[in-house]
């Protein structure tokens, strides 16, 4: 049972108690499991493949490395991971048990079992012990915790020192003429491909709304360095409409 706190926090533009956001966020990304492949091809126009990589080049995984993918959902990044680390381990934690689901059907989820760990989890309070991991990867998740500080910080427990963080997140366009456009492009778009590509217009409306709320990428890059982590920087993708961020434990 979760502790009321009396605090509220945003879901998409509406707030709420903080101990409701976790169940909403449960429910909007279960409902969308089955889509969830599909819908971010959609939105993206295909483009989130090419942020994924960069994510990887950036990253540059390398043989024998532990990965902790949290908000890993279907497995996108810890199976791009495990490609480009020749031999490694990934850990997929993610809050929803319908997106591992959907990740472990995929045909890479089968031919890399031995490496994969799909676990249930918390980003606010992960399931694993101090000093555990090299790496540390979330993709378009952290915006959905309750808590991003909370998150962070325990990013940085579980990894080991000289280990690494990356974050993937929507983020702001430094034009506001172009962020005035891909704000009616979201809006106005988004929502409608979710009703008919998932049946889900709502859940797809939060998501936009999710992004808005989401901190700059200075801010951000502050929130990193309040966890402790060093070396911390940023790299914009397609003029900032997502944002690599990447820091050490040193």
């Not at 295909?46 to 080049?57: E, F, L, V, Y």
């Amino acid at each position: 049972m979760t502790k009321e706190t009396g605090k509220t926090t945003h879901f998409g533009f509406t707030d709420i108690p903080e101990e409701e956001k976790a169940g909403r966020v449960r429910g909007v990304f279960g409902s969308v499991a089955s889509k969830y492949d599909v819908m971010n091809d959609a939105m993206s126009f295909g483009i989130h493949r090419i942020w994924k990589d960069a994510m990887m080049d950036w990253l540059a995984p390398r043989p024998g490395q532990k990965l902790l993918d949290v908000a890993g959902g279907t497995g996108d990044i810890s199976f791009r991971f495990l490609k480009r680390a020749v031999h490694g381990h990934a850990t997929v934690c993610d809050l929803t048990e319908p997106m591992l689901v959907e990740g472990r059907k995929r045909a890479e989820a089968a031919s890399m079992a031995d490496e994969l760990d799909w676990v249930v989890g918390d980003a606010m309070a992960l399931p694993f012990p101090d000093n555990s991991f090299d790496v540390y990867t979330i993709s378009f998740g952290i915006r959905n915790v309750t808590r991003p500080q909370e998150a962070l910080n325990e990013a940085y427990r579980v990894l080991k020192p000289g280990g690494r963080l990356m974050v993937l997140e929507f983020s702001q366009i430094p034009n506001d003429l172009m962020q005035k456009v891909y704000d009616l492009y979201s809006f106005n778009i988004i929502p409608r491909m979710g009703q008919a590509i998932a049946n889900d217009r709502d859940s797809y409306q939060y998501l936009v709304e999710s992004i808005r709320k989401f901190p700059d990428q200075e801010t951000f890059l502050g929130m990193l360095r309040a966890a402790g982590f060093e070396n911390a920087k940023y790299r914009n993708l397609s003029m900032g409409i997502a944002c690599l961020h990447s820091g050490w434990k040193i």
